[in-house]
T-cell receptor, first 115, second 121 residues
Framework: DSGVTQTPKHLITATGQRVTLRCSPR?????VYWYQQSLDQGLQFLIQ???????AKGNILERFSAQQFPDLHSELNLSSLELGDSALYFC??????????????FGAGTRLSVL | AQKITQTQPGMFVQEKEAVTLDCTYD???????LFWYKQPSSGEMIFLIY??????QNATEGRYSLNFQKARKSANLVISASQLGDSAMYFC??????????????????FGKGTKLSVIP
């Protein structure tokens, strides 16, 4: 168990809908990262938050947004969903004291199916 | 150009034997980190081992060791005494850059496409 909690584990929805994925980082970790894993694109970085502030953006679509709350949990919002958004979405967290290494510990992922 | 290349889509190894999974990387940053993660069929990503670009010795974690050849830009994972539970996808990843911000950095990982390891009894 990595200590990173993601909910829900599975999500089935229809095109055009909006969903929210939730992540609770490991205790003490301030950084949260979101990644998308799909068959055609592989594992791709989406966005990073550190202590409530956006730190970096990767290949994140404009239809997607995220935030990190004062209690450090994070949410990834996906809107106007398309079939191609079906993927496994991971959250990872890392500790400030490990910044030199930045070992990221991953949650179990949320599997999104858009029908 | 791909930053992380894993040339072996699939590998087979006999139980109790050692296996090497290949990873080459491309970066011009002098400070970087290399990681290996394991993804079993259940889907979670499990951190295995880390190697920093300035580390003098190859990293080891139990049955996992990293064969780091900086000049060749390779970071191969060696699994000794393979077990059936080692059957999984293995991903090599790289983090580039130093801290750009006080107390935190932008340290996203770039992943390779993975190698599927199957351990044969």
């Amino acid at each position: 168990d990595s200590g990173v909690t993601q909910t829900p584990k599975h999500l089935i929805t229809a095109t055009g809908q909006r969903v929210t994925l939730r992540c609770s980082p490991r205790s003490g970790d301030l950084s949260v990262y979101w990644y998308q894993q799909s068959l055609d694109q592989g594992l791709q970085f989406l966005i990073q938050y550190y202590n409530g502030e956006e730190r970096a953006k990767g290949n994140i679509l404009e239809r997607f947004s995220a935030q990190q709350f004062p209690d450090l949990h994070s949410e990834l919002n996906l809107s106007s969903l398309e079939l191609g958004d079906s993927a496994l979405y991971f959250c990872a967290s890392s500790a400030p004291q490990q910044e030199a290494k930045n070992i990221q510990y991953f949650g179990a992922g949320t599997r999104l199916s858009v029908l | 150009a791909q930053k992380i290349t894993q040339t072996q889509p699939g590998m087979f190894v006999q139980e109790k034997e050692a296996v090497t999974l290949d990873c080459t990387y491309d970066t011009s940053d002098p400070s970087y980190g290399l990681f290996w993660y394991k993804q079993p069929s259940s889907g979670e990503m499990i951190f295995l081992i880390y190697q920093g670009s300035y580390d003098q010795q190859n990293a080891t974690e139990g049955r996992y060791s990293l064969n780091f050849q900086k000049a060749r830009k390779s970071a191969n994972l060696v699994i000794s005494a393979s077990q059936l539970g080692d059957s999984a996808m293995y991903f090599c990843a790289m983090r580039e850059g130093r801290n750009r911000y006080s107390g935190a950095g932008s340290y996203q990982l770039t992943f390779g496409k993975g190698t599927k390891l199957s351990v044969i009894p």
